[in-house]
Every structure is written in structure tokens, then in C-alpha cells.
């Protein structure tokens, strides 16, 4: 399983959005590969969600550098170092063209990491882009929005279970400052690392507790989800101390 996830946030036109290009069993073991873009763009008029499959043929990505692509949807990089992700969805009410700008530099999570029961159940992790200034264009059914905002990538990639790997995440950026949270249900696997004023602080598991203290229910899909969590976080030297909230959802 590998994917490649973009966010960026454009508070001038409260524009919230999120790209996926998603990609397991390329091998097709047992007929079971999927490729599927995934995107979510928010406005003040509410959220537009498209999630297309694809046939294993439209997918490609090279192993030495940032070039993927899933049907007309691609991910490449430049000689300057910026990424550019451009694509539309299936249905014509979404399409982007945006260009990624390292605000810090990469940090590698997790290099192999047990996630689950089975032994071979292992998770990489690239946080490519804690913090990025994104810059280009949303369309959402037909508006425009020249985008100039924040934004964060990463990259992952393993072998593994889905129903066994099971996690938390989290995400935050602004200027000087980024959070990232990865979780694992159940597993001793995770961790949390923050970097602030240029110097990044990480947490092992065993640092690291975490708490859901309000949760809503799924009508659509059924089940719970949480909305509002406290994370707290010692190393002997720094302590954190979070509380999430979702805003909305």
C-alpha cells in the first residue's frame, strides 16, 4: 500500500481541501488491487467529496524521484525542489492545479515500523512537507478560487492489513511551528513530533498519552468518530500538552 496525501487551507476564501492518490495490491494478488484518487474541497457553500477508482493500468510512479500518476491525475516534481499536483475528478465538480513550496525541511517518521499483529504488517513515513505555502487553483462546481495558502504532504507506504492498522492521526502547521501525530490503535507503534522556532521534538509511544473525551455519531456510515481529544506528551526534558477539537465536520 502506498499514498501520497496533500492538504492546504486558504483562509481568504475559507477554502478547505485535500488531495489522495492512493494505491494497494499493484501486484493484483488475489484480484485485490485498488487505485483511487481521493479529493474533499470545503467552501462556504460545503463540501464537495469524490473518491474515483481506477483500473491498476492508470497507475504509475517512479522509485527515484516524485512522479505519479493515476489516469489524468499526477503528482511531479521540479527542479527547484516544489511539487506540483494537478487532477479533476471523474464527475467534473472538482479539478486543481497547485504548486507545493517546502516551508521547513522533510522528516522522516517511521522507517518500517511494526503497525500491527503480524510480523510483516510494516508502515513507512515521510513527512515530505510539514509546513508548505501552496499557491495555484481550486475549481469546485464551476467557481474559481486562485488558492494562496498553507499547506502539508506526506508519504506512505508498507505492507500491512487494513482492518489490522488501525491509527490516530493528527496534523498541524502555521508559521514556526508543526504537529504531527501518528497513532496506532492498540499497538505500542506511534509517535508525536513537534517542531517550533527550528527545533523538532519527537515522542515514542510510551510518551505519549491520548484521550478522545467527546465523540459524535456517523448517521451516514454508522458508528462513532471522536470530536474532541487531549494529548499529553513528556520526554524528561519538554512536555506538550494539546487539546483537538473538531471544528466541523
Known sequence: TEWWYFNVGDPLHRLQAIVSYFVTNPG????????QMVAVAVTPDGPVTAIDSYPITAFSAASGR??????????????????????ASRDGRL??????????????????????????????????????????????????????GSGYHDHNWGEWLPADALWNWAQFSDRGVDFEMGDFIGQPAGLVAIECEGR???FTRDQVRLVHTRWARDAENGGFYPVESRLWADDGTRRLRLTLRAVDT
Open 28 to 35: 493484483n494478488v488475489l484480484g485485490g488491487a485498488r487505485v
Open 200 to 202: 523538532r521534538t519527537v
Open 66 to 87: 516524485v512522479d505519479v500518476s493515476i489516469g489524468g491525475n499526477t503528482v511531479r516534481a521540479a527542479e527547484d525542489g516544489t511539487l506540483r499536483v494537478a487532477g
Open 95 to 148: 479539478s486543481w492545479d497547485l504548486s507545493y513550496a517546502a516551508g521547513t525541511g522533510p522528516w522522516f517518521a517511521a522507517d518500517r515500523m511494526p503497525i500491527g499483529h503480524l510480523g510483516w504488517e510494516r508502515m513507512s513515513w515521510l513527512v515530505a512537507m510539514p509546513r508548505a505555502e501552496v499557491t495555484g487553483r481550486w475549481i469546485v462546481d464551476g467557481r474559481s478560487y486562485v488558492v494562496h
